[in-house]
């Protein structure tokens, strides 16, 4: 079974801290994603990327910036963390083509104090 | 993209089936139903997906009504593991970039 894994299942950061999170995924996937969920907004999308060193900006991309240099990672990073930055951050893969199936890991909860 | 409307909360009983609504009444032809489901504290995990044809695999089945404006997932004998928020999302195959998570119905089932 593919594995998306998360760096941090809890995560605490003052304001102002850059922040970084990260996500591996074991599966070679081409395309990888940047959620935060919130209660009541649902998932939204921060930005995704469809190859190495590629990367779109999705619904939400303003606070936030993502990188990624090697396939199997994609890191999305906090320049100055602020409170309504507190969030469940998802990250998932999926592979390219007409593979329909999104890969979620388990998220990180992200508190900015 | 279509969005999609399911009820907020639903309760089924150990054992029994649950039927879970979705209406995705402007859906396009090349639209894809896709269903995802999040136990709490966890990633959404993928359970099925279908274009107009129903569908089953070892999780659930997808019924999809001929007209396509509306779906019901089935699961089949529900356990108390199945409690979770179940999401309906349609959209085109491989574009998950536009995916529009909604808020989805949360199932409780009840022993």
């Known amino acids: 079974d593919v594995k998306v894994t998360q760096s941090s299942r809890y995560l605490v950061k003052r304001t102002g801290e850059k922040v970084f999170l990260e996500c591996v995924q074991d599966m070679d996937h081409e395309n990888m994603f940047w959620y935060r969920q919130d209660p009541g907004l649902g998932l939204r999308l921060i930005y995704f990327?469809?190859?190495?060193?590629?990367?779109e900006k999705g619904d939400i991309p303003e606070g936030y910036s993502v990188s990624r240099e090697k396939k199997e990672r994609f890191s999305l990073i906090l320049e100055s963390a602020s409170t309504n930055q507190t969030s469940m951050y998802l990250c998932?893969?999926?592979?390219?083509?007409?593979?329909?199936?999104?890969?979620f890991g388990s998220g990180t909860q992200l508190s900015v104090l | 993209d279509a969005k999609t409307t399911q009820p907020t909360s639903m309760d089924c009983a150990e054992g029994r089936a649950a039927n879970l609504p979705c209406n995705h009444s402007?859906?396009?032809?090349?639209?894809?139903v896709y269903w995802y489901r999040q136990i709490h504290s966890q990633g959404p995990q993928y359970i099925i997906h279908?274009?107009?044809?129903?569908e089953t695999n070892e999780m659930a089945s997808l019924i999809i009504t001929e007209d396509r404006k509306s779906s019901t997932l089935i699961l089949p004998h529900a356990t108390l593991r199945d409690t979770a928020v179940y999401y309906c999302?349609?959209?085109?195959?491989?574009?998950?970039?536009?995916?529009?998570w909604g808020l989805g119905t949360s199932l409780a089932v009840n022993p």
């Open positions: 402007t859906i396009s032809g090349n639209e894809y």
């Open positions: 990327s469809y190859d190495v060193k590629m990367k």
């Open positions: 999302i349609v959209n085109n195959a491989g574009n998950n970039r536009k995916l529009i």
């Open positions: 998932a893969s999926r592979d390219r083509g007409i593979s329909e199936k999104l890969f």
């Open positions: 279908g274009l107009k044809n129903n």
